[in-house]
């Protein structure tokens, strides 16, 4: 069973820093493009960044580019989302979501490419 575990999320300032976990487990034994996407109250999720499996590639939504950084560390099955600068439009519930790949440096930002997904973590950016 397939299960992503995200954490991290809370109620910050707006300029202030915070970074997001995301710990799988029961992945099948391939490729996997690890990713982050943020859904804000009445509007669709959408794509915030995403990682290839080697670390090599890594791909952002303009709206984040520079405050935003994917990392991921296989040996521990986990992917951080590390955000700077965060603004009041940043909050949303965060999800993280894998994708099976064919190939060790694929990135993808389509969210029908993702198989599986997490519960999401909440952050909040307010004054």
Not at 94 to 103: E, I, L, N, R, V
Request: charged fraction near 15%; proline fraction near 3%.
């Amino acid at each position: 069973q397939v299960e992503l575990t995200e954490s991290g999320g809370g109620l910050v300032q707006p300029g202030d820093s915070l970074r997001l976990s995301c710990v799988a487990t029961g992945l099948p034994s391939t490729f996997h493009v690890m990713g982050w996407f943020r859904q804000a109250p009445g509007k669709e999720r959408e794509f915030v960044a995403s990682i290839s499996w080697n670390s090599k590639n890594a791909d952002w939504s303009d709206s984040v580019k520079d405050r935003f950084f994917i990392t991921r560390d296989n040996a521990k099955n986990t992917v951080y989302l590390q955000m700077y600068n965060l603004k009041p439009e940043d909050t949303a519930v965060y999800y993280c979501a894998a994708a099976a790949t064919q190939y060790s440096d694929t990135i993808t930002s389509v969210q029908s490419q993702y198989a599986y997904w997490g519960q999401g973590t909440q952050v909040t950016v307010s004054s």
